[in-house]
C-alpha cells in the first residue's frame, strides 16, 4: 500500500512558475515509478511526467517538454513537479501515481499501469 498526497497547488496568473510536491508512505520512492497527471475539467487524466524505478530515466509529454521537470527527493520519499511558464489550459487538477514494477518509455506514459494515485491538488491559471 502507498499513499500518496499533493500539494503546492493553487491560483496564478499566466506565465508564473509552480512547484507541486508529492509525499509517499508506506513504500520508498526510490523502489516505484512515479508519475504526474492532469485532468482538466470534461477532459480525460492525461500525463506529464515521471521517473524510472531507479531514477535513472525521466519521460515527458510533449505538451510540456521544456516547461515542466520532475525531480525527487528519496531522503524525503517526496516527488515534485516543477512548472513554469503557465498558462491558462495548465488548468487542472494535477495527480501523482505510481507504479509498483516497472515501465518502459511508452508504457510509463499509460494511467492504466499506475495503481496508487494521490488525491490531486488544483492549478488554476488565470488569464
Known amino acids: 500500500q502507498v499513499t500518496l498526497v499533493e500539494s503546492g497547488g493553487g491560483l496564478v496568473q499566466a506565465g508564473d512558475s509552480l512547484s507541486l510536491s508529492c509525499e509517499a508512505s508506506g513504500r520508498a520512492i526510490s523502489t516505484v515509478v512515479t508519475g504526474w497527471f492532469r485532468q482538466a475539467p470534461g477532459k480525460e487524466r492525461e500525463f506529464l511526467a515521471a521517473?524510472?524505478?531507479?531514477?535513472?530515466?525521466?519521460y515527458y509529454a510533449e505538451a510540456v517538454k521544456g516547461r515542466f521537470t520532475i525531480s525527487r527527493e528519496n531522503a524525503n520519499d517526496t516527488v515534485y513537479l516543477h512548472m513554469s511558464s503557465l498558462q491558462p489550459e495548465d488548468t487542472a487538477v494535477y495527480y501523482c501515481a505510481t507504479i509498483d514494477g516497472y515501465c518502459t518509455a511508452v508504457s510509463c506514459r499509460d494511467r492504466r499501469l499506475y495503481r496508487y494515485w494521490g488525491q490531486g491538488t488544483q492549478v488554476t491559471v488565470s488569464s
Open positions: 521517473f524510472s524505478r531507479r531514477g535513472s530515466y525521466t
